[in-house]
C-alpha cells in the first residue's frame, strides 16, 4: 500500500509539472504610465456656485442680493372673465410679500440697464410707447430674449379719455400689432398714458385683446419712491411703475442708479420682486 501511494505521488508531481499547474506569486501591479503634458496642467477654475455668483453680480451693481420669490401661483389670482369687462388693476392680490416692477415708455436706451437686468434677473414689465421706441427697436430685443414682459403703453402717449372711442381704439390696437411684429407675441396688458382712462379706453383694450388694464401704488423717482397710501410703505402685490429715464430727466443719475435705488427701497421694507406676467 505504501508503495503505490509512493508511485501516484511521483506520477502527480510529473504533470504537475508537465501541465504548468504550480502555485505562482502574482505578478506585481503595472506601474502607471507617464502624464501627459495636458494632463499636468494646472486644471481649470471651478465654476462659482449660482449663489455666489448671484452675490457677485449683486456687489458688481451696489446692492444685495434680493431673496428668490415665492413659486407662482397655481391659479392666477387675477383674470379677465369670458365676455366680461378688461380688469383694471393697481395691485395684486396676495398675502405673498412681492411686488412687482414696471418700466414705461422706453425713451432712455443705455446699454448698461440691459447688462444690469442681465446679471440680477430681476423680473420686470416694459409698458412700451412705439414713439418712443421707434428710433431703437432693436435696445429691446435682449431685454425680451431674457424674458422680461413686453407691454402696451400706446402708439404716441395721448391722454386717452381726450379721444374718440375709435382714435383710443387706433392708438390700442395700433401698438398691439408694432409690438407683435416687432418682439413675436402681443401684448396681454395695457397701461394708459398718466394712468388716465374711461370706459371707451377699456372697451377698446377688450376688442384689442388686452387682459388687464395696469396702473400702479408706488412710482420710482430719483432718490425715492412716490406712494399712494398714507402710511407711505410698500404692501404685498403692489405694482411699482418707473420709466425709461438717463441722466436729463434724473438730474445727472443714470438708469442703474435709479434701478439699483428701487431695488434697496424694495429689499428694506423686506419685499422681494416677482413677475407681473406670473399673476395677471
Known sequence: M???IAVWAALTAVTLLVT???ARTPPA???PAPATPSETAAAP???PAPAAARAAAYRKWGIKPLAAPPAPPAVKPVQRKPGGPVPVISDIPTTDKVVFLTIDDGAEKDPAFVRMMDELDVPFT???TDAAI???YGYFEPLVAQGHGVANHTLTHPNLPTLSPEAQRREICGQQKRLRERYGTAPRLFRPPFGNWNEATRAAAGSC???AIVLWRESMQINDMQYQRGDRKLHPGDIVLAHFRGPGELKGRTMTEMTATMLRRIQEQGFTVARLEDYV
Open 134 to 136: 421707434s428710433g431703437d
Open 20 to 22: 504548468g499547474c504550480t
Open 2 to 4: 505504501k508503495k503505490q
Open 209 to 211: 385683446g388686452i387682459d
Open 29 to 31: 501591479a503595472a506601474a
Open 45 to 47: 477654475e471651478p465654476t
Open 126 to 128: 416694459m409698458f412700451l
